[in-house]
Protein backbone atom coordinates (compact mmCIF):
# COMPACT_ATOMS: atom_id res chain seq x y z
CA UNK A 1 0.00 0.00 0.00
CA UNK A 2 1.80 2.98 -1.21
CA UNK A 3 5.11 1.90 -0.93
CA UNK A 4 5.83 1.21 -4.37
CA UNK A 5 7.20 -2.00 -6.20
CA UNK A 6 9.35 -3.73 -3.86
CA UNK A 7 12.46 -6.54 -4.51
CA UNK A 8 12.38 -8.64 -1.82
CA UNK A 9 16.19 -9.00 -2.04
CA UNK A 10 17.73 -5.64 -3.02
CA UNK A 11 14.75 -2.86 -2.01
CA UNK A 12 13.24 -1.16 -4.11
CA UNK A 13 12.77 -2.25 -7.98
CA UNK A 14 14.63 0.00 -10.26
CA UNK A 15 13.01 1.36 -13.54
CA UNK A 16 13.94 -0.34 -16.55
CA UNK A 17 16.58 1.71 -18.78
CA UNK A 18 14.95 4.06 -21.67
CA UNK A 19 15.76 3.78 -25.37
CA UNK A 20 18.59 6.31 -24.79
CA UNK A 21 20.10 4.34 -22.05
CA UNK A 22 20.34 1.31 -23.93
CA UNK A 23 21.85 3.12 -26.57
CA UNK A 24 24.24 4.72 -24.80
CA UNK A 25 25.45 1.40 -23.42
CA UNK A 26 25.48 -0.35 -26.38
CA UNK A 27 27.30 2.96 -28.85
CA UNK A 28 30.66 0.91 -26.30
CA UNK A 29 31.48 -1.25 -28.91
CA UNK A 30 35.53 -1.36 -28.48
CA UNK A 31 35.85 -0.48 -31.98
CA UNK A 32 39.34 0.67 -32.76
CA UNK A 33 40.08 1.46 -36.84
CA UNK A 34 43.84 0.37 -36.06
CA UNK A 35 42.66 -2.93 -34.77
CA UNK A 36 43.10 -6.12 -36.88
CA UNK A 37 39.41 -7.16 -38.80
CA UNK A 38 39.75 -10.39 -37.16
CA UNK A 39 40.09 -8.79 -33.68
CA UNK A 40 36.49 -7.02 -34.41
CA UNK A 41 35.39 -10.25 -35.49
CA UNK A 42 36.16 -11.89 -32.47
CA UNK A 43 34.74 -9.05 -30.33
CA UNK A 44 31.39 -9.42 -32.64
CA UNK A 45 31.62 -12.93 -31.06
CA UNK A 46 32.24 -12.40 -27.79
CA UNK A 47 29.71 -9.41 -27.40
CA UNK A 48 26.90 -12.31 -29.58
CA UNK A 49 27.83 -15.15 -26.67
CA UNK A 50 27.51 -12.51 -23.90
CA UNK A 51 23.99 -11.62 -24.85
CA UNK A 52 22.93 -15.08 -25.20
CA UNK A 53 24.17 -15.93 -21.97
CA UNK A 54 22.42 -12.84 -20.64
CA UNK A 55 19.40 -14.01 -21.78
CA UNK A 56 19.79 -17.66 -20.34
CA UNK A 57 19.90 -15.61 -16.95
CA UNK A 58 16.91 -13.41 -17.97
CA UNK A 59 19.01 -10.40 -17.85
CA UNK A 60 16.87 -8.97 -20.82
CA UNK A 61 18.33 -5.46 -20.68
CA UNK A 62 22.04 -6.89 -20.23
CA UNK A 63 20.95 -9.48 -23.56
CA UNK A 64 20.05 -6.40 -25.47
CA UNK A 65 22.73 -4.26 -25.19
CA UNK A 66 25.58 -7.19 -25.60
CA UNK A 67 23.44 -8.20 -28.67
CA UNK A 68 22.94 -4.67 -30.03
CA UNK A 69 26.76 -4.40 -29.67
CA UNK A 70 27.78 -7.12 -31.59
CA UNK A 71 24.95 -6.19 -34.20
CA UNK A 72 26.52 -2.78 -34.70
CA UNK A 73 30.21 -4.17 -35.26
CA UNK A 74 28.83 -6.38 -37.90
CA UNK A 75 26.39 -4.29 -39.41
CA UNK A 76 28.04 -1.19 -39.08
CA UNK A 77 31.91 -0.70 -37.75
CA UNK A 78 32.85 -4.01 -40.10
CA UNK A 79 31.70 -2.93 -43.70
CA UNK A 80 34.24 0.49 -43.32
CA UNK A 81 37.43 -1.21 -41.87
CA UNK A 82 40.23 -1.32 -44.26
CA UNK A 83 40.62 -5.22 -44.70
CA UNK A 84 37.10 -5.95 -45.06
CA UNK A 85 36.81 -6.42 -48.81
CA UNK A 86 39.84 -7.85 -49.07
CA UNK A 87 39.95 -10.72 -46.34
CA UNK A 88 36.39 -11.13 -47.27
CA UNK A 89 34.21 -12.58 -50.85
CA UNK A 90 31.08 -11.47 -51.64
CA UNK A 91 29.09 -14.49 -50.12
CA UNK A 92 31.00 -14.25 -47.18
CA UNK A 93 30.46 -10.32 -46.86
CA UNK A 94 26.68 -11.52 -47.00
CA UNK A 95 27.16 -14.11 -44.53
CA UNK A 96 28.55 -12.09 -42.09
CA UNK A 97 25.52 -9.66 -42.83
CA UNK A 98 23.18 -12.03 -41.36
CA UNK A 99 20.25 -10.33 -44.00
CA UNK A 100 18.65 -11.11 -46.54
CA UNK A 101 20.11 -8.11 -49.19
CA UNK A 102 16.75 -7.10 -51.59
CA UNK A 103 18.28 -7.01 -54.87
CA UNK A 104 18.54 -2.82 -54.92
CA UNK A 105 20.90 -3.20 -52.49
CA UNK A 106 22.90 -6.21 -53.59
CA UNK A 107 23.14 -3.68 -56.74
CA UNK A 108 23.87 -0.50 -55.12
CA UNK A 109 25.15 -1.69 -51.73
CA UNK A 110 23.12 -2.35 -48.12
CA UNK A 111 23.56 1.60 -47.70
CA UNK A 112 21.26 2.71 -50.58
CA UNK A 113 17.57 2.97 -50.25
CA UNK A 114 15.64 2.17 -53.86
CA UNK A 115 12.62 4.51 -54.78
CA UNK A 116 11.06 0.81 -54.10
CA UNK A 117 11.75 0.33 -50.71
CA UNK A 118 10.38 1.92 -47.45
Known amino acids: MGRGRQNHKNGPAKRPASIAEFADRA ?29 KRGDLEGAFVEL ?6 VLERLPSHRDYNTLLNANQRHNLALVS ?11 KQCENEV
Not at 31 to 54: I, N, P, S, V
Not at 101 to 110: A, K, R, V
Open 68 to 73: ARAATL
Open 27 to 55: RDDGWDEAKEFKHHLRTAEKYRKEGKECA
Open 101 to 111: LSPCSQQYGPN
